[in-house]
T-cell receptor, first 115, second 113 residues
Framework: GAGVSQSPSNKVTEKGKDVELRCDPISGHTALYWYRQSLGQGLEFLIYFQGNSAPDKSGLPSDRFSAERTGGSVSTLTIQRTQQEDSAVYLC?????????????FGSGTQLSVL | GESVGLHLPTLSVQEGDNSIINCAYSNSASDYFIWYKQESGKGPQFIIDIRSNMDKRQGQRVTVLLNKTVKHLSLQIAATQPGDSAVYFCAETPDTGRRALTFGSGTRLQVQP
């Protein structure tokens, strides 16, 4: 069956450029999360969408980071004026309604490299 | 895909042996704990969870032990197989109503044939 799909799988960009990362959650999943994973580190929460509620943006590291979720499905994470410290794997996860907040289904991530 | 970390603590075991992966947490208010497995180039995958009112929970070939007194969590894998080779993360939250888990930095398990 289809899982969480992320694109691109790899993105190399130059410092100062903007990037957009896409996440297609599993159909029917109402909750969507973005996490960041730096080399040798655990997962760092970025943002959470639940249905039509206002997103929880408490994990976004700076105002260069933003995310949207259109139509309750696809989400785009945008990083403006990228910096080298933004290099990481960006993971998207979704969760079906009624499941505990913690049993997430993750995509394979987008490896972002900022040169 | 990319490996998720080159400087992780590594546990190397022989195929067929039992594996024990440990995790310490600092938040005494943590109420819910979960283990994820991450294979190279893939996103984390749920393994097993446990609530703070329990000290042990068993799944298929896996057991999670929780010691709240010393804030320690462990994942035991019985009869470790090559397919168990991955990075294992523990995560916790003080409230399952919260939206975000706090993840540990992970342990790499290498299974030797």
């Amino acid at each position: 069956g289809a899982g969480v799909s992320q694109s691109p799988s790899n993105k190399v960009t130059e410092k100062g450029k903007d990037v957009e990362l896409r996440c297609d959650p599993i159909s029917g999943h109402t909750a969507l999360y973005w996490y960041r994973q730096s080399l040798g580190q655990g997962l760092e929460f970025l943002i959470y969408f639940q249905g039509n509620s206002a997103p929880d943006k408490s994990g976004l590291p700076s105002d260069r980071f933003s995310a949207e979720r259109t139509g309750g499905s696809v989400s785009t994470l945008t990083i403006q004026r990228t910096q080298q410290e933004d290099s990481a794997v960006y993971l998207c996860a979704s969760r079906p309604p009624g499941q505990p907040n913690e049993k997430l289904f993750f995509g394979s991530g987008t490896q972002l490299s900022v040169l | 895909g990319e490996s998720v970390g080159l400087h992780l603590p590594t546990l190397s075991v022989q195929e067929g042996d039992n594996s024990i992966i440990n995790c310490a947490y600092s938040n005494s208010a943590s109420d819910y704990f979960i283990w994820y497995k991450q294979e190279s180039g893939k996103g984390p995958q749920f393994i097993i969870d446990i609530r703070s009112n329990m000290d042990k929970r068993q799944g298929q070939r896996v057991t999670v032990l929780l010691n709240k007194t010393v804030k320690h969590l462990s994942l035991q894998i019985a009869a470790t197989q090559p397919g168990d080779s991955a990075v294992y993360f523990c995560a916790e939250t003080p409230d399952t109503g919260r939206r975000a888990l706090t993840f540990g930095s992970g342990t790499r398990l290498q299974v030797q044939p």
